[in-house]
């Protein structure tokens, strides 16, 4: 037989505690009750550990209860759960409650049903706890808290707006005081996550506040975010926002009248505009004042005209006296070169024309004219103010989306005559056109999900892992144990047999050892073995073996023997 290590024997290892408690416990598992058994158990375990990952693996999603709740109420929301027997976890890092989506409604309706949350105290639960006796100091106090109150509740109603709260700031009206601040507020919100605010509804806020509050002014209203980010504008809109505003208006508006006209013709994607609108905000206002010619006319007249020669008969007049009453001398007669006149002769009578005129002078006396006349001229005020906005110069430029066939020079007139007409375009103006069809670059390709970022994703993670665990626990250790357990039947199936051939295989098994130990009596140099000191037939034999044991290993021959000595006597031997 070939040489075999000395077993050790369990006694010797009763010192050690650590090994005999591993050798009590592979005897206990080693009694045949036990060993039948153990099969059935590591199934069971397996079938345990796979129930045990399914359950934590195959949790669904969780879902927040409610956001921005106080303590207090989310001490009565979790006992309320837990009565009701709704498993909820709470968030270590934020504090939030949460349940598994498929229990979200029910939790719900329980919580409803209990009353909770709590909602916040409003104006008129201040009020109503208004204590009596309350001096005016005290109930002018909780008034403006009541009216904070209220106005937080009624700006929480916004989509965007997770909480609010309203600090007003106003004296209270005195007669003492000569000079009052005016009043004014501030509105701190907390937003959603991911939400903001448009300044559209920052501006209703703003007025929402100013309205309620008797003496309050928008313009004194402040309104900030939970990032310290001030949402409302001092004043209102600034001029240049306005401008701004409104030339993004205008701009909007041709660049929506050119799409509606090429949309029909060349496709939503077929083409690409911008409008540059240069708007006049001069505030201009002239005053011309003018007296148009030929524009006179008599707004007054006074006076009038006499005539002292009326019936032929001249008035009376001159100077009193002999000279007066004289009769007139003769008239002279002056002539001209080359003409004769004859000379009057004294009391003779005048010719009739000389006599006619006389007496026409006569019957015509003098004349006197006085008036006082008042002209109204023509007097024109003109104001002319140009409106602020005006448009000064227009820019279009449009490109067209330029397909497998090349446009037409005639296409491209008509496309040009066609826009023009529709953002109203004047040369004299200085407007400015440019239309051009070019080739468009490729649109980059939409960026599609990832795979682990779909929503089918976490169940299969889940039901997978779940999966693989389970046939873990099964094929490693289910599996071997039923292995195991069908070759400890088929060897318990073969015991009888190997009973009964046992006395044949034992006297084969000495005839050889002896065979072998006769053979090392005879030859010292032959390498003895435990099993050949014990198939010795004699005393003598087995003593000369030992004796060539001993000689070729000294050091195994006193291992022996020393456990020979523990077993005998334990703990006599160290």
Do not use: C
């Not at 077929?270 to 206002?285: K, N, P, R, S």
């Not at 037939?537 to 456990?563: E, K, M, T, W």
């Amino acid at each position: 037989m070939s040489d075999t290590t000395l077993p050790v024997p369990v006694a010797a290892t009763a010192g050690a505690t650590p090994n005999a408690m591993l050798e009590r416990v592979r005897g206990f598992a080693r009694q045949p009750a036990v060993a039948k058994s153990l099969p059935f158990v590591g199934i069971a375990g397996a079938i345990l550990i796979a129930l045990l990952a399914w359950t934590s693996f195959a949790k669904g999603p969780q879902r927040d209860l409610f956001a921005g709740l106080s303590d207090q109420d989310k001490a009565s929301v979790a006992d309320t759960l837990k009565s009701s027997g709704v498993a909820y976890t709470l968030d270590r890092d934020s504090g939030t409650l949460t349940v598994n989506e498929n229990d979200y409604y029910r939790a719900k309706m329980v919580l409803a049903q209990a009353g909770l949350p709590k909602s916040a105290p409003d104006g008129d639960a201040m009020i109503s706890s208004l204590p009596m006796g309350a001096s005016r100091a005290v109930e002018g106090e909780r008034l403006r808290g009541a009216r904070e109150l209220d106005l937080a509740r009624t700006i929480e109603q916004i989509d965007a707006v997770a909480a609010a709260k309203v600090h007003l700031a106003a004296e209270q009206p005195s007669v003492f005081v000569r000079d009052q601040a005016p009043a004014s507020a501030s509105v701190m919100l907390t937003l959603r996550q991911g939400r903001a605010l448009s300044d559209g509804q920052v501006s209703a806020i703003v007025n929402l506040v100013g309205s309620s509050v008797p003496g309050l002014s928008p313009d004194n209203v402040s309104v900030v975010d939970q990032a310290g980010h001030l949402l409302s504008r001092k004043g209102g809109d600034s001029t240049t926002d306005r401008q701004i505003d409104l030339q993004s208006q205008t701009e909007q508006r041709y660049m929506d009248a050119i799409a509606k006209l090429l949309t029909p013709l060349v496709g939503a994607d077929g083409f690409t505009t911008e409008v540059h609108a240069d708007l006049d905000f001069a505030e201009t206002q002239a005053t011309r004042e003018s007296f148009p010619k030929d524009s006179g006319v008599v707004a007054a007249e006074k006076g009038g005209w006499e005539n002292n020669g009326a019936n032929g008969n001249p008035a009376p007049g001159g100077i009193p006296g002999a000279i007066a009453n004289s009769p007139p001398t003769a008239a002279q007669v002056s002539t001209m070169p080359n003409q004769t006149t004859t000379p009057a002769v004294p009391g003779a009578t005048a010719p009739a024309t000389a006599q006619a005129g006389t007496t026409a002078a006569a019957a015509q006396g003098k004349t006197s004219e006085q008036y006082d006349r008042t002209f109204q001229l023509g007097h024109e005020v003109s104001v002319t103010k140009n409106p602020v906005g005006s448009l000064k110069r227009l820019s279009v430029a449009v490109a067209l989306k330029q397909g497998a066939k090349p446009r037409g020079v005639a296409e491209m007139q008509q496309i040009e005559q066609l826009l023009k007409g529709a953002v109203g375009f004047d040369q004299q103006r200085g407007d400015q056109f440019a239309l051009s069809s070019r080739a468009f670059a490729d649109a980059a390709p939409e960026l599609k999900a990832k795979w682990y970022e779909a929503s089918w994703t976490p169940v299969a993670a889940r039901n997978g892992t779940a999966l693989i665990i389970a046939s873990l626990a099964f094929f490693g250790i289910a599996r071997p144990l039923l292995t195991r357990k069908a070759k400890a039947d088929a060897s318990a199936a073969a015991a009888p047999a190997a009973i009964e051939n046992a006395p044949a295989k034992a006297f084969l098994g000495n005839q050889i050892a002896a065979a072998l130990a006769d053979e090392a009596v005879n030859n010292p140099e032959k390498r003895v073995t435990l099993d050949m000191i014990e198939a010795a037939p004699g005393y003598a034999d087995r003593a000369a073996l030992i004796r060539n044991f001993v000689r070729q290993d000294p050091d195994r021959a006193a291992l022996v023997v020393r456990d020979l000595i523990r077993a005998d006597m334990p703990g006599g031997a160290e």
